[in-house]
């Protein structure tokens, strides 16, 4: 079955850095567009980006050009977000979700990882 | 950018009532790429459906989709208690990808 595996929780300093992982099992990990989309708390989604696993070319969300930077590892089927210069309004739950139809950016969001809370604070 | 909005903010019902709720976009967007999650406290969401009325795998027949241009619906038919939770539209094509605010649906 389908598995979006994040890593764990992060607590950063403000002007930090801070890098995700999504681990994706049970699927042609080549075959699927990767977004990262966040969630603020109590709030609703803003996209990030959208990574193509297969030729790594990336889109990234004007909001965030400059500051994230998202790759992927094909031999361990994993993407990464590093998203940098963190302020307190970065304070969010981020989500790796793959887009449904192979071969293309513009699907619908079918799986989603179980997030990772990273928590910007001084 | 393709701006979504929905009503209600809340939605007050009992089980086994009907939920209609609303999305609205910003300028008349393809209903092929319009799409409804559910989201529990504590969880990710789910695709609920994809193209404006296609349910995604799994998803129970009370759960449906329509609409087009701008105006966009999610009908719940009779709600079970699993159902109450927090409800987005999304349009998935485009740069940037967005999402509307969301309508909770809570137990009346």
């Known amino acids: 079955q389908v598995q979006l595996m994040q890593s764990g929780a992060e607590v950063k300093k403000p002007g930090a850095s801070v890098k995700v992982s999504c681990k994706a099992s049970g699927y042609t990990f080549t075959a699927y567009y990767m977004n990262w989309v966040r969630q603020a708390p109590g709030q609703g989604f803003e996209w990030m980006g959208i990574v193509n696993p297969n030729s790594g070319s990336i889109s990234y969300a004007r909001k965030f050009r400059g500051r994230v930077t998202m790759t992927r590892d094909t031999s361990t089927r994993t993407v990464f977000m590093e998203l940098s210069t963190l302020t307190s309004e970065d304070t969010a739950i981020y989500y790796c979700a793959r887009s449904g139809n192979p071969g293309v950016g513009n699907g619908p969001k079918d799986y989603w990882g179980q997030g990772t809370l990273v928590t910007v604070s001084s | 950018e393709i701006v979504l909005t929905q009503s209600p903010g809340t939605l007050s019902l009992s089980p086994g009532e009907r939920a209609t709720l609303s999305c609205r976009a910003s300028?008349?967007?393809?209903?092929?790429?319009l799409a409804w999650y559910q989201q529990k406290p504590g969880q990710a969401p789910r695709l609920l459906i994809y193209g404006a009325s296609s349910r995604a795998t799994g998803i129970p027949d009370r759960f449906s989709g329509s609409g087009s241009g701008t105006d966009f619906t999610l009908t719940i038919s009779r709600l079970e208690p699993e159902d109450f939770a927090m409800f987005y539209c999304q349009y998935y094509t485009g740069s940037p990808l967005t999402f509307g605010g969301g309508t909770k649906v809570e137990i009346k």
């Open positions: 300028q008349s967007i393809s209903s092929s790429y």
